[in-house]
């Protein structure tokens, strides 16, 4: 049987008189000392002056019961040591509460006598638990009273109730003044609780009192006396059923949970042209798992089936139009999604971006004025989020405009004071600009058009939507390290560097993460028919080459398990570096290699696809168009992974890949050069080969060396396999970072 000690387990403690449950997690930890746990429940279930309590918790093997009895006096430690118990040291009588001194041990005998009866003494073991923390948040300013509970060798059963009706001659001991301030008080604590792993560690200075609980699990030889000790309680059902339920950990943020909303002009699955829409639909759970309280404001560009009307409408005008908002709400994940549903964002589903500079301005401008109210108006689960503890993530130029209105509208004018505004720079060359004059589209006062000009030497000033937001926002957060660095050069900066290196304090790189169930080839939908299969990295070596097949089937390649099978997925224009591929095509076609290219862009650079496919059909497969299954199925079945981008803030492709045991070959720029460390065979460490310059030569000798390691150093291709599959490359890691930047804006003045 597992220790007591050895569990997590969660207590849930509420007063007679109603008050909400006020929950309390325990953990052990590995030390080697006294069993000793510690918890803290809240002064609205057990009054100063105090009271008897039954404490009642569940794990996962068994039900059990807790005595506990509280006074006014001394708290007490119960140390494991043969059920003795000793004073804390250096707790003060007077406002402490605590166990009452001689009823303890009476106590513990009594549930030792009925133990032995038994003939089951487990014993618990050595490991220490001393992790407490209180969960509850919704009780601001209450006071809090310590709970020690301790166990080195306890039985599995016996349940010691005195209530404030028992005779005295029922009660134990000393215990009989307490257990009448029991009566007053008339408090009765239920807990019911899960083993569940959660790091607790909180220190509380301000004690009340303290209770002392032994475990015992019922069975049949001790019911009589449990059903004795019953009957002469006064209105405690101690019968009722604990149902075993999935307890949530703690918050990973701990004091540092927030409200955070992010924005953004798509969000994936709903809407997504790119990276951008996977960001906003995986971020945000993230962060909800650290727990943080958060929601994600985006258009409703289509009538989706999850998110439903809630019945708020509000007005806002944009280019001097009033334009009726609706809003429609889902919770999934622990996430609030909010769609804003307006005439003005309908059936852009499939061109998100579309339509003339002005209507683009209009429906940006629209966004980012009810997207910094959304937090007042929605009540998301009944309630709003409010403007206290309060952060927004906007993305990119789409969402600049959020930093901008929250300082000029709300915190310039006292309202909003404590909420704060982060800046994500997903792709810098894409801006918001147009002429001066766009400025009065806005909807600003003249004071702050500053805030929007941009001087450029060939064409003058112009208007520029993402400049002011790197002016206004508290924090700015780019998607690698490197590419953080690229923004402070002229090259990479895009005319917006000098912005960037004046507010370089306020800047941070955090490397996006992925999503781990959508992209995990051991769950992997795609790969579950047609021939493919699902695989991990121990099943690598079977696995990856039945998909290889099975893609070579599909496409109508030759199935050839020697030969490399090549991978190109992206969006067909000059950033990507499509050109390159293209230059280096006849090398490639001379090679005993095979090559797969996806992606949909500049119609020139489709119908070389096209041209590639006719061409070389026995080689070369141009699908023209995109496909999430084919995307996941090149993925798994492809032994090389081909991006030579020009500029790439982050890339998801290539973590994608290696998550999958794809060997990467990338041109050393932003995120590329952050997430794919060159191979090294010496070291037997790296997970690919990057190039250092745009250019078809350089493309052709990494790829050179990479198929010569594939044909010639099986092992090493195995090393470089399975190291790019072992990485973590989870939201959750990334969050950690973005938790930081959170922190830091919160307290920025």
Same mark, same amino acid.
């Given at each position: 049987?597992?220790?007591?000690?050895?569990?997590?387990?969660?207590?849930?403690?509420c007063?007679?008189?109603g008050?909400?449950?006020?929950?309390?997690?325990?953990?052990?930890?590995?030390g080697?000392?006294?069993?000793?746990?510690?918890?803290?429940?809240?002064?609205?279930?057990?009054?100063?002056?105090?009271?008897?309590?039954?404490?009642?918790?569940?794990?996962?093997?068994?039900?059990?019961?807790?005595?506990?009895?509280?006074?006014?006096?001394?708290?007490?430690?119960a140390?494991?040591?043969?059920?003795d118990?000793?004073?804390?040291?250096?707790?003060?009588d007077g406002?402490?509460?605590g166990?009452?001194?001689?009823?303890a041990?009476?106590?513990?005998?009594?549930?030792?006598?009925?133990?032995?009866k038994?003939?089951?003494?487990?014993?618990?073991?050595?490991?220490?638990?001393?992790?407490?923390?209180?969960?509850?948040?919704?009780?601001?300013?209450?006071?809090?009273?310590?709970?020690?509970?301790?166990?080195?060798?306890?039985?599995n059963?016996?349940?010691?109730?005195?209530?404030?009706?028992?005779?005295k001659?029922q009660?134990?001991?000393?215990?009989?003044?307490?257990?009448?301030?029991?009566?007053e008080?008339?408090?009765?604590?239920?807990?019911?609780?899960?083993?569940?792993?959660?790091?607790?560690?909180?220190?509380?200075?301000s004690?009340?009192?303290?209770?002392l609980i032994?475990?015992?699990?019922r069975?049949?030889?001790?019911e009589n006396?449990?059903?004795h000790?019953?009957?002469?309680?006064?209105?405690?059902?101690t019968?009722a059923?604990?149902e075993v339920?999935?307890?949530?950990a703690?918050?990973?943020a701990?004091a540092?949970?927030m409200?955070?909303?992010?924005?953004?002009?798509e969000?994936?699955?709903w809407?997504?042209?790119?990276?951008?829409?996977?960001?906003?639909?995986?971020?945000?759970?993230a962060?909800a798992r650290?727990?943080?309280?958060?929601?994600?404001v985006?258009?409703?560009?289509?009538?989706?089936?999850?998110?439903?009307?809630?019945?708020?409408?509000?007005?806002?005008?944009?280019d001097?139009?009033?334009?009726?908002?609706?809003?429609?709400?889902?919770y999934?994940?622990?996430?609030?999604?909010?769609?804003?549903?307006?005439?003005?964002?309908?059936?852009?589903?499939?061109?998100?971006?579309?339509?003339?500079r002005?209507?683009?301005?209009?429906?940006?401008? /629209?966004?980012?004025?009810?997207?910094?109210?959304?937090?007042?108006n929605?009540p998301?689960?009944?309630?709003?989020?409010?403007?206290?503890?309060?952060?927004?993530?906007?993305?990119?130029?789409?969402?600049?405009?959020?930093?901008?209105?929250?300082k000029?509208?709300?915190?310039?004018?006292?309202?909003?004071?404590?909420?704060?505004?982060?800046?994500?720079?997903?792709?810098?060359?894409?801006?918001?600009?147009?002429?001066?004059?766009?400025?009065f589209?806005?909807?600003?006062?003249?004071?702050?058009?500053d805030?929007?000009?941009?001087?450029?030497?060939?064409?003058g000033?112009?208007?520029?939507?993402?400049?002011?937001?790197?002016?206004?926002a508290?924090r700015?957060?780019?998607?690698?390290?490197?590419?953080?660095?690229?923004?402070?050069?002229?090259?990479?900066?895009?005319?917006?560097?000098?912005?960037?290196?004046?507010?370089?304090?306020?800047f941070?790189?955090?490397?996006?993460?992925?999503?781990?169930?959508?992209?995990n080839?051991?769950?992997?939908?795609?790969?579950q028919?047609?021939?493919?299969?699902?695989?991990?990295?121990?099943?690598?070596?079977?696995?990856?080459?039945?998909?290889?097949?099975?893609?070579?089937?599909?496409l109508?390649?030759?199935?050839?398990?020697?030969v490399?099978l090549?991978?190109?997925?992206?969006?067909?224009?000059?950033?990507?570096?499509?050109?390159?591929?293209?230059g280096?095509?006849?090398?490639?076609?001379?090679?005993?290699?095979?090559?797969?290219? /996806?992606?949909?862009?500049?119609?020139? /650079?489709?119908?070389?696809?096209?041209?590639?496919?006719?061409?070389?059909?026995n080689?070369?497969?141009?699908?023209v168009?995109?496909?999430?299954?084919?995307?996941?199925?090149?993925?798994a079945?492809?032994?090389?992974?081909?991006?030579?981008?020009?500029?790439?803030?982050?890339?998801?492709?290539?973590?994608?890949?290696?998550k999958?045991?794809?060997?990467?070959?990338?041109?050393?720029?932003?995120?590329?050069?952050?997430?794919?460390?060159?191979?090294?065979?010496?070291?037997?460490?790296?997970?690919?080969?990057t190039?250092d310059?745009?250019?078809?030569?350089?493309?052709?000798?990494?790829?050179?060396?990479?198929?010569?390691t594939y044909?010639?150093?099986k092992?090493?291709?195995?090393?470089?396999?399975?190291?790019?599959?072992?990485?973590d490359?989870?939201?959750?890691?990334a969050?950690?970072?973005?938790?930081?930047?959170?922190?830091?804006?919160?307290?920025?003045?």
């Amino acid at each position: 049987m597992a220790s007591f000690s050895s569990q997590t387990f969660r207590l849930e403690a509420c007063s007679g008189s109603g008050n909400s449950p006020v929950r309390v997690q325990i953990k052990p930890d590995d030390g080697r000392r006294a069993s000793v746990v510690a918890a803290v429940v809240r002064e609205n279930a057990i009054f100063p002056s105090g009271g008897g309590c039954r404490v009642r918790f569940a794990t996962r093997s068994r039900r059990n019961e807790i005595l506990a009895a509280v006074e006014k006096g001394r708290g007490l430690r119960a140390t494991g040591k043969g059920g003795d118990f000793e004073p804390e040291k250096g707790r003060a009588d007077g406002d402490d509460a605590g166990v009452n001194v001689g009823a303890a041990p009476a106590t513990i005998d009594k549930s030792m006598k009925a133990v032995e009866k038994r003939n089951i003494i487990s014993s618990l073991g050595s490991e220490a638990a001393e992790s407490v923390q209180s969960t509850d948040s919704s009780v601001k300013g209450a006071k809090t009273i310590n709970l020690n509970l301790s166990s080195t060798s306890v039985s599995n059963s016996l349940v010691q109730s005195c209530e404030s009706k028992m005779s005295k001659t029922q009660c134990i001991g000393k215990t009989e003044n307490s257990l009448e301030e029991a009566e007053e008080q008339g408090d009765i604590l239920q807990a019911d609780g899960l083993a569940k792993d959660a790091d607790l560690d909180s220190t509380y200075d301000s004690v009340e009192s303290s209770l002392l609980i032994q475990e015992s699990e019922r069975g049949t030889e001790d019911e009589n006396a449990q059903n004795h000790m019953e009957a002469k309680s006064d209105g405690v059902d101690t019968e009722a059923d604990i149902e075993v339920e999935n307890v949530d950990a703690p918050p990973l943020a701990g004091a540092n949970a927030m409200n955070v909303i992010v924005v953004a002009a798509e969000c994936a699955p709903w809407s997504k042209t790119g990276g951008l829409g996977d960001v906003a639909g995986t971020l945000p759970k993230a962060l909800a798992r650290r727990g943080h309280r958060v929601m994600v404001v985006s258009p409703r560009y289509g009538n989706y089936p999850e998110p439903k009307d809630i019945g708020v409408r509000k007005y806002y005008k944009a280019d001097g139009q009033d334009l009726e908002v609706n809003y429609f709400h889902a919770y999934i994940d622990r996430v609030d999604f909010v769609f804003i549903d307006c005439p003005v964002f309908r059936h852009l589903e499939n061109n998100i971006y579309g339509g003339d500079r002005l209507e683009i301005l209009k429906r940006m401008v /629209l966004l980012c004025k009810v997207a910094v109210e959304v937090p007042l108006n929605v009540p998301c689960g009944g309630i709003c989020y409010g403007d206290g503890n309060l952060v927004f993530i906007a993305n990119d130029w789409h969402t600049s405009l959020l930093p901008v209105y929250l300082k000029a509208f709300y915190r310039d004018n006292g309202l909003m004071k404590y909420a704060r505004s982060i800046l994500v720079i997903h792709n810098i060359s894409h801006q918001g600009r147009g002429p001066v004059e766009d400025f009065f589209h806005v909807d600003l006062p003249d004071q702050h058009m500053d805030l929007f000009k941009l001087y450029e030497p060939m064409g003058g000033d112009h208007f520029n939507i993402f400049a002011a937001g790197l002016k206004t926002a508290d924090r700015v957060i780019t998607v690698s390290h490197g590419y953080a660095w690229e923004l402070t050069t002229s090259e990479g900066g895009w005319g917006l560097h000098e912005i960037i290196n004046e507010n370089k304090w306020k800047f941070q790189g955090i490397v996006n993460g992925i999503d781990t169930e959508d992209w995990n080839p051991e769950l992997d939908l795609h790969l579950q028919s047609d021939g493919y299969t699902n695989y991990s990295i121990e099943t690598l070596q079977a696995g990856k080459p039945q998909c290889k097949a099975a893609l070579q089937k599909e496409l109508g390649l030759p199935v050839r398990e020697d030969v490399p099978l090549i991978g190109f997925i992206g969006r067909l224009d000059h950033q990507k570096g499509v050109d390159l591929i293209a230059g280096a095509m006849p090398w490639i076609v001379g090679q005993d290699a095979q090559l797969v290219m /996806l992606g949909t862009g500049r119609a020139d /650079l489709e119908e070389m696809l096209r041209k590639f496919d006719r061409e070389h059909h026995n080689k070369v497969r141009g699908w023209v168009g995109f496909s999430v299954k084919m995307a996941h199925r090149i993925t798994a079945g492809a032994d090389v992974l081909l991006m030579p981008s020009r500029f790439e803030p982050c890339g998801l492709n290539q973590l994608y890949a290696m998550k999958y045991g794809t060997v990467p070959v990338v041109h050393a720029v932003g995120g590329l050069r952050d997430t794919v460390i060159p191979f090294d065979p010496f070291r037997k460490s790296g997970f690919g080969w990057t190039f250092d310059r745009a250019e078809a030569n350089k493309l052709i000798n990494a790829l050179g060396n990479c198929l010569n390691t594939y044909r010639n150093q099986k092992e090493s291709w195995k090393g470089l396999q399975t190291r790019g599959m072992a990485q973590d490359l989870s939201w959750d890691n990334a969050a950690k970072h973005y938790e930081e930047v959170l922190v830091s804006a919160k307290y920025q003045w």
